[in-house]
DNA sequence: GAATCGATGATCT
DNA sequence: GATCATCGATTCA
């Protein structure tokens, strides 16, 4: 995926990630990746779920800046969440990765889980934003690197990419956002329902 | 299978 | 000092 591709309406953006490959070479070198399978739109000024609802922090400054960023950051003390920063700069938006079905680097992934490598499922390596972000590897080391190529990055970071879907889904489900409990009227939760990957309970 | 609850630290007011 | 875009263990069924 080019930058262009970010670079657009927030919800717009979190539709067509779904069935999409994200990529992740860690500093170690080890690439794991994953079919994305559920997403979430967040907006700014009329969006009060969003870290940018109430104007830039310096946590969420990096949602008003130009879009095809990592936007990484740790949730309840231990778990982290990774968003793609969408939208032209000035215009504050992203995108949570809420689910993946695993494809390459399952070892690692089993790994990294601590997880029975012969007992595990999919679901337990990469159902749920904090689940997936651990089996990749992401933590805050990772915010603020680009997701395409046509962005320079630093040297030695890891790597994030964005592939066309092997498989679009067959339909899109869209629903409210989990774990908010303001602008819960907002269908901003959208996923593939024929994926045995998706968050929550299955 | 569903409901409840505590862990744990960066961020914001 | 309060909040939190979650997870896993525990409990009850």
């Not at 749920?128 to 992401?138: D, I, K, W």
């Not at 498989?167 to 269908?187: C, D, M």
């Amino acid at each position: 995926m080019r930058q262009a591709f970010f670079a657009r309406n927030t919800v717009t953006v979190a539709r067509e990630l779904l069935g999409a490959v994200l990529e992740a070479t860690g500093p170690d070198g080890a690439m794991t990746s994953g079919r994305i399978v559920e997403v979430e739109a967040y907006e700014g000024e009329n969006d009060p779920a969003s870290h940018a609802g109430r104007g830039p922090t310096p946590r969420s400054e990096i949602m008003f800046g130009p879009a095809g960023f990592a936007y990484v950051y740790l949730i309840y003390g231990m778990h982290h969440c990774l968003n793609f920063v969408t939208e032209n700069e000035g215009t504050p938006g992203a995108v949570l990765i809420r689910a993946l079905e695993p494809l390459a680097g399952r070892e690692v992934m089993t790994a990294r889980r601590g997880v029975d490598s012969r007992r595990s499922q999919d679901r337990d390596l990469t159902a749920g934003p904090g689940r997936l972000c651990q089996a990749l590897g992401v933590d805050l080391g990772w915010n603020g690197i680009p997701l395409t190529g046509d962005i320079p990055g630093p040297e030695h970071a890891p790597i994030l990419r964005v592939g066309l879907p092997p498989k679009v889904p067959r339909v899109i489900e869209k629903t409210s956002r989990i774990g908010i409990s303001q602008a819960t009227e907002k269908l901003y939760r959208f996923l593939d329902p024929d994926s045995r990957c998706l968050s929550g309970t299955r």
